[in-house]
């Protein structure tokens, strides 16, 4: 299957890009052996995101978890003195 450049240019090492309909997601996968059959199958353990011409979109939440790493102990002592003077 070929995939436009822009698509390709998010392809690393241990990652698949899948497409569905008109989009294209990126996965982290492994390799993992098969006793059965004896052969390597592939595992996929991560969701990366949505590859677009701008670049990727991580998963919303990554995004979201993201943005609570900037709340501080501190931030959210003052916030809860000013609303309880209030």
């Given at each position: 299957m070929t995939y436009p450049d822009w698509v390709l240019k998010q392809k690393r090492k241990r990652t698949?890009?899948?497409q569905r309909r008109d989009n294209y997601y990126l996965y982290r996968v492994r390799?993992?052996?098969d006793k059965e059959r004896k052969?390597?199958?592939l595992k996929t353990e991560e969701f990366?995101?949505?590859i677009?011409?701008?670049g990727?979109?991580?998963p919303r939440v990554?995004?979201?978890m993201k943005s609570y790493d900037q709340i501080t102990v501190k931030e959210y002592g003052s916030s809860f003195l000013m609303?309880?003077?209030s």
């Open positions: 698949l890009i899948m390799s993992v052996l052969k390597t199958r990366l995101g949505k677009t011409p701008e990727i979109v991580e990554k995004r979201v609303q309880h003077i």
